[in-house]
């Protein structure tokens, strides 16, 4: 009985310890599982992980690209925006400038007008003056002709008083009663007239030396000039040049050519017809 008994136990607990290993093998596999489960979950969480790292990486690369682009147009904008600021100011600008260039124009071509007529004025005025003048140097041309040698010249009369006319004897500057005469005679006849100035030229003949021929030639336009101051004339209209045996009136050496060369010119010169040229 008692051996019966403990085998009956030595068999339960044979049963008992095989439970317990096919209890523990299950729980073994159960962890397996459960750490192969792990392991898949893991696994995915990290490829998923990995995506998600990827896509946070190329949205921040596209959100970089996106920034940089839109910086870029808003320097383009503002660069656009600036220059056609620019633009607008400087097509204002030339718009001024080219008004101001119209009234610079208008004012120019208005100013150009009034000169033209201000010298087509003058140019009448001027021709009037001178046809004027010339009629009042003919009329003395005339009268002078009258008493002395006259011959015209571009600006007036020059009258030649040597030779028959008014003579010097050799080596004088004196007047003599005659002389006197005549150029009373000349001085009443300027004296009708005006706007004329009177040059009176010395000259002597080739005998001497040049030094003493041209004080002798300022000696008898001086003669000349005193007594046209004295008939009447005034002294402000009178100028004195000696020439002394320069400009001889007539060449040679005989008597003859020598008289005529003892002389003293008048040369009487219009105001008007001068301011004209």
């Not at 051996?3 to 290993?21: F, P």
């Amino acid at each position: 009985m008692s051996s019966l008994r403990s085998l009956s136990l030595q068999s339960e607990d044979t049963r008992e310890t095989a439970r317990g290993g096919k209890g523990l093998a299950v729980l073994v596999v159960i962890l397996l599982l459960m750490v192969g489960g792990l392991g898949y979950f893991g696994y995915e969480m990290l490829q998923r992980t990995d995506a998600i790292q990827r896509q946070v990486a190329t949205l921040s690369r596209q959100t970089n690209e996106s920034n940089a682009l839109a910086r870029q147009a808003i320097e383009r904008a503002t660069a656009a925006e600036t220059a056609a600021r620019a633009a607008a100011e400087g097509r204002q600008a030339a718009e001024l400038q080219t008004a101001d260039a119209r009234q610079q124009a208008d004012a120019a071509r208005q100013e150009a007008s009034s000169a033209k007529d201000t010298a087509a004025r003058a140019q009448a005025e001027a021709d009037a003056i001178r046809k004027k003048a010339e009629a009042e140097v003919n009329r003395l041309e005339a009268a002078l002709g009258q008493v002395a040698e006259t011959r015209r010249t571009a600006l007036g009369v020059t009258m030649n008083l040597g030779s028959d006319h008014l003579k010097f004897e050799f080596d004088k500057a004196e007047l003599r009663p005659e002389d006197r005469e005549l150029l009373s005679r000349i001085a009443g006849i300027l004296m009708t007239s005006h706007d004329y100035t009177v040059s009176v030229n010395g000259h002597t003949d080739d005998v001497g030396s040049d030094e003493y021929n041209q004080k002798l030639s300022e000696r008898r336009a001086e003669s000349v000039r005193d007594y046209l101051v004295k008939a009447g004339l005034s002294p402000e209209i009178l100028s004195v040049t000696g020439h002394g045996k320069s400009l001889p009136l007539v060449r040679g050496t005989t008597e003859a050519a020598r008289a005529k060369n003892r002389r003293v010119e008048l040369g009487i010169v219009n105001t008007q017809i001068r301011y004209g040229r």
